[in-house]
């Protein structure tokens, strides 16, 4: 699931990349 406020993950179901904070979930 999207992480919201920690930032976006690279993929859906991939390692959590977390790319500067902002309120998003997957690419």
Same mark, same amino acid.
């Given at each position: 699931?999207?992480?919201? &406020?920690?930032?976006?993950k690279?993929? +859906? &179901? +991939?390692?959590?990349v977390?790319i500067?904070?902002?309120? &998003? &979930?997957?690419?």
């Amino acid at each position: 699931p999207p992480l919201n &406020g920690l930032g976006t993950k690279l993929r +859906d &179901g +991939d390692n959590v990349v977390l790319i500067p904070p902002v309120s &998003g &979930g997957a690419i």
